[in-house]
């Protein structure tokens, strides 16, 4: 039995979501998060996952929604981050199912400061919720993992207590990814704070569990934001193990994972750290750092390989003033473009291998 006799292609919402969950932990893989900024690269990740036959996570921060909208749009009261969010999500739901994969519709890190954001997500979620029966996203993300322990589990319950109606996804942050991503910057962050302990994350669940099963934690076990040398970031994901057998224990749990785990912080990770978190649980692991570099890979090549067909319309520099061949093919954004999506599918593939999630459907 396959993903697609249990959940159907597209984007999936409430119980479909826990469905795929559930299945990955029990056919330990988990499924990569691909930041997007744009229909490109939404629709290279897509082509990513379907030439795979694998499920997929596509999700958007807030500066990336606001970059989907358009630089143009002012962001003040996170007016752009909203319309790029749920304009890129209604692309999404428009192309997925055509992909033939099924897609969990998520937005990344929303910080305090950012939660007028995520407050107009979650509207967007309730007009489409009262018309089609479930919510516009399939997820979202609220990371208060800066805010003191309290604040930040009262502050999720209450969103939780939002979302649970519709059946939609919360994940949450306890312990902090150090690094800088997208403005929300802890790179002076205490070491200690980059590694959550078993008895926060029976917190998180005690506070949330009583609501309803749709919940995910990104517990920090050493995650770090972007690529950095070896040696810089020291993982420690069998700290995810202990989170489980701790759960289970205190509630008494039969399940082998009573807890849905999330992996921050996954570009640049090594094969052996990956695999140790999905053999922990661990459903999703988001990739930004290191698709961003595979996009400009692609673009940085076919420029630097046709710069003399680049520098004007018409005529090759490397053949003197007598060329007069015109260039258009070459500086059309379809070709140049689609060079980004292509060494961008690559890395999205790559991700999807190191997680196991590779002919599952």
Known sequence: MGILDIVPAG???????????????????????INCTSSSTVNASLEAA?????PLIIQFSNGGAAFY?????????????????????????????????PVVLHS???????L???????????????EHGEPLFSSHMIDLSADPK?????????YFERCAPMKLWLEMEIGITGGEEDGVNNESADKESLYTPSEDVYEVYQALSPIAPYFSIAAAFGNVHGVYKPGNV?????????HQQYVKEKIGSDKKFPLYLVFHGGSGSSEDEIKTAVTNGVVKMNVD?????????????????????LMKQVGDLSKGEDDSTPNKKYYDPRNWIRHGEKTMYKRVQQANSDLGNVNNL
Not at 116 to 130: I, T
Not at 150 to 158: R, V, Y
Request: proline share 2%; aromatic share 10%; charged share 30%.
């Open 150 to 158: 309290e604040e930040n589990i009262a502050t999720t319950k209450k």
């Open 69 to 101: 909208a358009g630089k143009g749009i002012n962001n003040k009261d996170q007016h752009a981050s909203i319309l790029g969010s749920i304009a890129g999500a209604y692309h999404v739901r428009t192309v997925a199912k055509h992909y033939g994969v």
């Open 289 to 309: 750092t290191d698709t961003q570099y595979a996009y400009l890979a692609g673009v940085r090549d076919f420029v630097l390989e046709n710069k003399d067909r």
């Open 11 to 33: 984007v999936i919402t409430g119980d479909n979501v826990k469905k795929l969950f559930d299945y990955a932990q029990e056919h330990k893989f988990a499924i990569p998060a």
């Open 50 to 54: 379907r030439d795979q036959k694998t």
């Open 234 to 242: 020291v993982l420690r994901p069998e700290l995810l193990e202990k």
């Open 108 to 114: 990344d890190h929303c910080a305090r400061e950012l």
């Open 116 to 130: 007028p954001w995520l407050d107009g997500m979650l509207a967007a979620d309730e007009v489409y919720f009262k």
